[in-house]
């Protein structure tokens, strides 16, 4: 799932200024799951940006935000996108730039988007893929290093950690505290004896793929 | 006689550390010499300790050299990427550097410039692979280098570390990767170190040099106790610091008393004296440690 968090009000209208009439899209997928672009969100959206004098044209939640074909169909035939000036987008980055893609109007951002997560509970997420295009899962007991441990490392722990917890944050595991645990448990630790090689930061760089 | 031929000597071996000024005022540094000159072996420098910005490392390793010592460059991974890493190696090299101690680094959010990016393209163990590379005429991607290095290569390691399973296996990557000899993190408890040169008797022929940070003040001990990973100062060492007189004076005097049972014990092959800006303290240390 991909997590964002919407933008303080003040930023967007930032953003929008000079533009009066706005159309909204938001999306069916993880931004309604998370509450950051599904109806609701939306809706709101379009309240406070009345209360600020705006006009809302329309709104639409694309179904999802993130796949191109689609969203240049539902967007030709969206009520109300002919009169706006300009789009605010309730989705994730990806989302956005699609929309972009498929209009020739000024379109803004209404979230930052933060991670690729898990959802622990309503409203708690957890960052645990950085979607590094070559996955260690398979040695690391499932927790990834890549995104847990706070610099990425793969042969095993800084000496930072403090009672089981990362030297950056003391709210966040140590992730190789809980890589050593889950491969213990596993009778997997033999794992830790191999030197890992640098990353190919190549992999995490493929623009596209077929 | 320098780091090398110390460690192969088998004698006791001492380093000191000094960190580069924040600034280009070199005074301390160089009121700092006469204590470590002709009395410890090497002296580190700690490269942007902290993560906070101060001159480099590489400087003040060429001018250590220049007044007779035999400098040990720190390295950390936080700053440079492979490339850049592997360049201040060779550089270290042309400029006379023998030592190399490979650290992963703090990350950057607790240092002067929390926004600063954070590089960790390589961790201690592939710096070391990197380094051993070097030493064998190849970079890290096998290209040939016109002169290799020929560097000692050192890493750190916590003996208060919990898990120390997970610690010791780090150390075994570590001497895989080329590292002989370690620095430990700062020790205050000569148990502490039985039980961590039980859990590392399969290592074989590497050196341990342990971790001595003077304690100023009773103040200070419970300050690391508090925060730094890794330290433990025991209760009884807090409250003989706090009903002591001169505070400084029992740090010294317990300094030496845990180095002088840790080497009755043969618990390790020489010490690295972390003084934090009180390097005038070295003598005084060793002597207390009846090294002097
Ligand atoms: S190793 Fe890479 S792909 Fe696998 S979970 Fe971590 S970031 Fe994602
Ligand atoms: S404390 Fe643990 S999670 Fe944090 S940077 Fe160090 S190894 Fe990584």
């Known amino acids: ?210 | 006689m320098g780091l090398r031929e110390a460690l192969a000597s088998g004698k006791v071996v001492v380093t000191a550390e000094v960190a580069p000024p924040k600034g280009t005022d070199l005074t301390a540094f160089r009121e700092s010499l006469p204590y470590l000159r002709g009395r410890v072996d090497a002296v580190n420098v700690t490269d942007f300790q902290s993560a906070v910005v101060r001159a480099s490392s590489l400087t003040l390793c060429r001018l250590l050299l220049e007044e007779g010592l035999d400098p040990v460059l720190q390295i950390t991974g936080r700053d440079r990427n492979r490339i850049a890493i592997q360049g201040e190696l060779l550089g270290a090299a042309i400029l006379g550097i023998r030592n190399v101690l490979a650290i992963t680094g703090d990350h950057t959010e607790i240092g002067d410039h929390p926004g600063a990016k954070p590089v960790f393209d390589l961790d201690a163990v592939t710096i070391l692979q990197a380094a051993q590379r070097l030493n064998q005429g190849r970079d890290l991607a096998g290209n040939p280098l016109r002169g290799a290095t020929d560097f000692t290569l050192g890493a750190t390691v916590t003996p208060c570390y919990e898990p120390l399973e997970l610690q010791v296996l780090k150390m075994e990557s570590k001497i895989a990767a080329g590292a002989t000899f370690f620095q430990t993190q700062a020790v205050y408890e000569v148990e502490a170190m039985r039980r961590f040169r039980e859990a590392t008797a399969h290592l074989g022929d590497v050196k341990v040099l342990v971790g001595i940070i003077p304690l100023k003040s009773a103040g200070m001990a419970r300050f690391m106790n508090k925060n730094v990973p890794g330290i433990r100062v025991p209760e009884e060492l807090l409250e003989r610091m706090a009903a002591a007189p001169d505070p400084v004076a029992a740090g010294v005097k317990a300094a030496g008393e845990l180095m002088a049972a840790l080497l009755a014990e043969g618990l390790c092959d020489g010490f690295h004296l972390m003084t934090l800006g009180r390097e005038d303290l070295v003598p005084e240390i060793l002597a207390a440690a009846g090294l002097a």
């Open chain 1, 1 to 210: 799932m991909i997590i964002a968090k919407q933008k303080e009000l003040a930023e967007i209208l930032q953003m929008l200024e000079g533009k009066q009439r706005i159309f909204l899209t938001g999306c069916s997928q993880c931004a309604t799951t998370c509450k950051f672009g599904g109806e609701e969100e939306v809706a709101r959206m379009a309240a406070a940006l009345k209360d600020a004098g705006k006009e809302i044209t329309g709104t639409v939640i694309l179904d999802p935000s993130c796949i191109s074909l689609k969203v240049k169909k539902d967007l030709r035939r969206a009520p109300g996108l002919q009169e706006a000036e300009a789009i605010l987008v309730l989705a994730c980055g990806d989302g956005c730039q699609t929309v972009a893609g498929n209009t020739r109007l000024p379109v803004y951002p209404a979230n930052d988007t933060l991670f690729i997560g898990e959802v622990e509970r309503v409203g708690r997420f957890k960052e645990v893929c950085r979607a590094c295009g070559s996955c260690e899962l398979g040695w690391t007991g499932g927790i990834c290093p890549v995104t847990r441990c706070a610099k990425g490392l793969l042969n095993g722990p800084c000496g930072g950690s403090r009672d089981g917890k990362c030297e950056v944050d003391p709210e966040l595991d140590c992730a190789w505290i809980l890589i050593y645990e889950a491969l213990k448990e596993r009778g997997e630790l033999d794992k830790l004896r191999q030197v890992r090689l640098p990353r190919d930061h190549r992999k995490a760089r493929r623009l596209a793929i077929n």
